[in-house]
């Protein structure tokens, strides 16, 4: 975990936040809002310009921002799958994160700043669907101009007590930098040890895209469930041979003894898992998560068919993309 120190927000200003916020728009582990607090604490002393360490801030997170969505544009779900797997949470943040813009369309802009796991991601997963440029940049603004505001006004009208925490953590011979250290390692800690857990809990229970073939040529198949999302499907509008779409709100997995799998198209396979997990926590104890999903099947060279099909007949997997 890199910081900023303090004293180095008072001496260069806009210059040390839009250093800062750039670096953390753009994925670097640096902590942007305690350093807006403690430059909202310096504006309130004087000492800065609230005008000129906001543009900065906006200026820095729209240009990280941008990076992020042109990456997305041009290099697509490949890019969202690879962050995953350096992130302790941007697999479940993408099923989020698809989740809200399907519901509520590009205004989860304005707020993905203040969701933990949202900001680094969603400006990738919005180059990844077809929204105009304008839009995304209008509504990320909007965002960063409400995110920034909000941290610099909190560290002004709490600077009082933000002075006084500093003195009293200096007085024990420590620093707000080896707190905020501290924290953030804990944190991260607690995050890495309660994913791996899960991860290693339902890794047990996924079944391969062989395994998932030969049980649906037994005597009693499984019943096959896709939880991708509508936006997912319209990009690919193929799916397992007689699987059915998951509804969250009206699961229909059949009587408790079926076997059941779950398969989706996101990073880790985290749509699937948690459908898994929850069917787990319904009774459903024959639920299994299909390793890999919809790609790793069609890589596979086993057949897919339409979602909308009327005849049932199966698609090939080279013409499934198309």
């Known amino acids: 975990m890199i910081h900023v120190s303090p004293a180095a927000i008072t001496a260069w200003g806009g210059e040390a936040v839009f250093a800062n916020v750039l670096l953390t728009r753009l994925g670097v582990p640096v902590p942007a809002v305690p350093v807006l607090v403690l430059a909202g604490s310096a504006i309130a002393h004087g000492t800065l310009s609230f005008t000129h360490v906001l543009v900065a801030a906006v200026l820095a997170a729209m240009i990280g921002d941008g990076v992020w969505f042109t990456a997305g544009r041009v290099y697509g779900r490949p890019l969202i799958n690879r962050l995953a797997r350096f992130s302790l949470s941007i697999d479940t943040s993408v099923q989020t994160t698809r989740a809200l813009f399907e519901r509520f369309g590009a205004p989860i802009m304005a707020i993905c700043k203040f969701v933990p796991g949202l900001a680094l991601i969603t400006p990738p997963l919005m180059g990844t669907t077809h929204i105009p440029t304008k839009i995304f940049a209008t509504w990320d603004s909007i965002g960063v101009v409400a995110w920034a505001s909000f941290w610099l006004l909190g560290g002004a009208l709490f600077s009082r007590q933000l002075a006084q925490l500093v003195q009293t ?101 985290a749509a699937a898992k948690m459908v898994c997990a929850r069917l787990h926590r319904e009774g459903f104890l024959h639920s299994h998560a299909l390793r890999g999903g919809l790609d790793a099947w069609v890589a596979r060279g086993y057949p897919v068919e339409p979602v909308l099909a009327h005849g049932g007949g199966a698609l090939e997997p080279s013409l499934a993309r198309q």
Request: proline share 7%.
């Open 169 to 269: 953590v200096e007085a024990h011979g420590a620093t707000v930098v080896d707190v905020l250290a501290a924290l953030a390692l804990l944190y991260l800690a607690y995050r890495y040890v309660r994913r791996w857990r899960l991860r290693k809990w339902l890794d047990d229970r996924c079944v391969s895209v062989d395994q998932l073939d030969r049980m649906m040529h037994a005597k009693s198949p499984p019943v096959v469930l896709d939880a991708r999302l509508a936006t997912e499907v319209g990009q690919e509008p193929y799916r397992i041979p007689g699987a059915s779409m998951f509804d969250p709100h009206a699961p229909d997995v059949g009587t408790i003894e079926r076997v059941v799998v779950v398969y989706c198209a996101c990073p880790n396979d």
